[in-house]
């Protein structure tokens, strides 16, 4: 039996967190520098195009990495020989449609940006972005390798690369707008976006070309190449993932899309109503989200560790996986409700300059123990081949937070869409539980 210290999911998290730590500590002080830098109505605009960037990548990336990391984890547990195979495969859909993806975002801009996203300013900022697809697609497929054989090294080591030159890029271009007088445009942000998955993808390509000599998986023996099976195989994983990740990112656009137009309603002018949006989404939310480096790096390593637990049979060691999750997960989140409860509304003040994002950090501090744990029994029950129970259950809780949007914010203002925010993660994390449970009482005793 395996010692903790050298358990793979012990050491994978280990590495992941540390990198991830260290990544937020990064994005935390950046985050900080583009609100002084860019203004509560500027980190408004850069945050709309979370949507555009979270649907393409649930396009074109997101559901190849999960299916790529789960079929390279049940190969490895059957053969004993990891396989570069499935990443192929899950390369060869992935980048052409990224570079679809590109191709449309780059010359359809405007009308994205005027129709969808209802603010024109938006449109050279997504030209910027569509670049940044396919070398997230590459990264990306890359990345589901690694974590199916439980090396995170390369992925770590692939995010703080990008993080740092995101951040240098930024530094560096606003610096000299600063040098020359004038005021650095938004845009420079979002090309600091791109020019971080740029070297993050070349760092992915060394590595896993280097990883291919090294298993001689890139040159197969005849009869022995990119089956019709396999292909198969990965797109039964990838594409329900790919479809649901594309229904819950386009609920979830629609959401972050009406926010602001909602606040109009409630009366609020159009700059006031980026200004809170910018607060909340580029300021507050990415506070909160900062001990889920943690669970994130837990989550990422589980999905293949009880995938191969399931397959070979072991399902004490899925109950053992699941019950030390729940646990600590749980009791990281509430110690993290405490803090942010008790010290977000100095933090606000203190760090953003913006007592709006201490009352927002202070409010959203009550998510953290069902934050932090959704995100884990997530990954767990993808791995024991339940996507279409997350999914199903996900559209349930976006559906109840649009209700917020749309029926709270124009009476309540921004507290309307805390409230439902509150409401649909109580509601996620009790779902998740219960159906976690029924799956683990049927699984046969040892």
Known sequence: MKSAKNHPLVIGTLILTLTGL?????????????????????????????????????????????????????????????????????????????????????????????????????????????????????HSCVNGYFYGIKKAGIPAVSQLLEQLTRVGCVYIASASYLAEGGLPPIQIAVLGLTVGELFSMLYSAAAIWQQGCRVKAFCPAPGHGLSPALCKSLLATALPLTANRIVLNLLQSVESVSIPSRLRLYGYDNVTALSVYGVLTGMAMPFIFFPNALTSSVAVLLLPLISENYALGNYDAVRRATVKTVRYCGLMGVCCMAGFVGLGRWAGTTLFHSPLSGYFITTLGFICPFLYLDTTLSSILQGLGKAGHIFFMNVACLLLRLAFVFLAVPRFGIAGYLWGLLASQLTLGVLYLTCLYRLLKKMPAA
């Open 22 to 138: 260290l990544s937020r500590v990064i994005g935390f002080f950046y985050r900080i520098y583009l609100s002084r830098l860019f203004g509560e109505e500027g980190m408004g605009l850069y945050q709309l195009l979370s949507p555009v960037l979270s649907v393409s990548f649930s396009l074109t990336a997101a559901g190849y990495q999960t299916a790529i990391s789960k079929l390279v984890a049940e190969q490895a547990a059957a053969a004993k020989t990891p396989s570069l195979r499935p990443m192929a495969v899950g390369m060869a859909f992935s980048l052409p449609l990224s570079l679809l993806c590109n191709v449309v975002l780059y010359f359809f801009a405007e009308p994205v940006a005027t129709v969808l996203l209802q603010e024109p300013r938006t449109a050279g900022m997504l030209r910027i972005l569509s670049f940044s697809v396919p070398l997230s697609a590459v």
